[in-house]
């Protein structure tokens, strides 16, 4: 397959000018100061928090979520390691899905620090962080996490590409011996964004780890063992489009798999041997870059990131996901990561080039209406803050 056009429109629809107004932004928010100076106790309904990913030194800001959905500041958390910038990315830092995950049963913010090989944990009380650690990623440029019960693997991004496996003890990471694997993707150290890995995510049972790889068309999944370890090769599953990179996994266990190439989602179940099989795919939603996607309900809503725009799709009980709203709403420029609140009332986009997080009431009929803009974000330049969560 031909990669240039591919690449060609990433590059097309990414909005880099804005670099007098990015260097003036700081890595923080408009008016926040350490975390030790300004936080304060949080009863709130909820929180979220975004990774701002800077070469210089990462940092996780948080905001409370109100009744209505909307956001407050709290405060930002150093993470003790450094962000990073995957080389060509258009307007995406570290072009993955899941940087920055929410573990609620463990009561961890787990994110990853790309520029240091390394990954922070931190205690969750509503808005607020505590207890930070960091421990060595397993490989280079760490992209994405996925968790299931105490078992944590990270996907690292750099060089052939590998997955590595921890167990959660006392509120830490704790790194499991044996469990590192190749990728065998053969790319450079920072890579090249669109010849990496996207996202690693566990399969509902837990039995199963699931790698997307881009313009390698590939899905990769390893069985997992009672041990939490994984097999020794990934099974290899041709994506049913071009550039799979984002995936969510619905109540049923099916895999729901963005393609940039296409635009289109496509369905999988997974095997009992870990395969995945296709189900079906859904047409194109017309956008530019469908990278990004999340789960609210039976809706599947995806970011274009070079359109600006949101698409929808609707998860029937059986079968394949459908496309049912190419433009469900407009964002900020640059959305990338998409997170959703634990009722499923309220939608949250990171908006990568503008700088700003971008608030939506989810009705019951699935349709979005923005609420907020949260401004004061670092706006991508040569780099920029990517990783979203929210409970």
Not at 58 to 63: E, I, L, S
Not at 127 to 154: E, K, N, W
Not at 320 to 346: C, E, K, M, N, Q
Request: charge should be neutral; include cysteine.
């Amino acid at each position: 397959m031909n990669r240039s056009p591919i690449l060609a429109r990433f590059r097309r629809h990414s909005i880099v000018t804005l670099a007098s107004a990015v260097a003036a932004l700081a890595l923080l928010p408009v008016g926040a100061a350490a975390a030790s100076a300004h936080e304060r106790d949080d009863d709130s309904r909820g929180a979220v928090f975004v990774q701002l990913n800077g070469a210089g030194g990462n940092a996780v800001a948080a905001y409370s979520r109100g009744g209505d959905g909307n956001l407050t500041y709290s405060a930002t958390y150093p993470t003790g390691g450094a962000g990073g910038t995957q080389v060509g990315a258009p307007l995406d830092a570290l072009a993955s899905q899941g940087s920055l995950v929410l573990d609620e049963p463990n009561h961890l913010l787990l994110a990853v620090n790309a520029g240091s090989d390394s990954v922070t944990s931190f205690g969750v009380r509503g808005a607020r962080l505590d207890d930070a650690t960091t421990v060595a990623s397993g490989g280079q440029f760490p992209t994405s996490i996925t968790v299931h019960r105490d078992l944590v693997y990270v996907l690292n991004a750099g060089g052939d590409g590998s997955i590595s496996g921890f167990t959660v003890r006392h509120g830490s990471l704790v790194p499991l011996a044996g469990s590192t694997r190749s990728l065998g993707l053969g790319n450079t150290n920072p890579p090249a964004f669109l010849q990496s890995p996207a996202q690693i995510g566990f399969s509902r049972d837990g039995h199963t780890l699931i790698v997307t790889t881009k313009a390698h068309d590939e899905l990769l999944t390893f069985p997992v063992g009672p041990d939490g370890r994984p097999a020794a090769a990934p099974r290899v599953t041709p994506s049913a489009g071009a550039v799979p990179f984002s995936f969510v996994v619905d109540r049923t266990g099916r895999v729901l798999v963005t393609e940039a190439g296409t635009g289109a989602t496509s369905t999988y179940t997974v095997a009992r041997d870990g395969s995945l099989q296709l189900v079906g795919s859904s047409t194109g939603d017309g956008g530019a870059a469908l990278c990004w996607n999340v789960q609210v309900g039976r809706t599947v809503y995806g970011a274009n990131a070079g359109s600006a725009t949101l698409s929808a799709w609707t998860v029937p009980s059986r079968g394949a996901a459908a496309l049912t709203a190419p433009v469900a709403a407009t964002t900020g420029a640059g959305p990338i990561d998409l997170a959703a609140s634990r009722d499923g009332r309220f939608l949250y986009v990171q908006e990568s080039v503008a700088g700003t997080l971008g608030v939506y009431a989810v009705a019951r009929d699935g349709s979005l209406a923005r609420t907020q803009t949260v401004t004061g974000l670092p706006a991508f330049s040569t780099t920029g803050m990517e990783g979203l969560a929210a409970s």
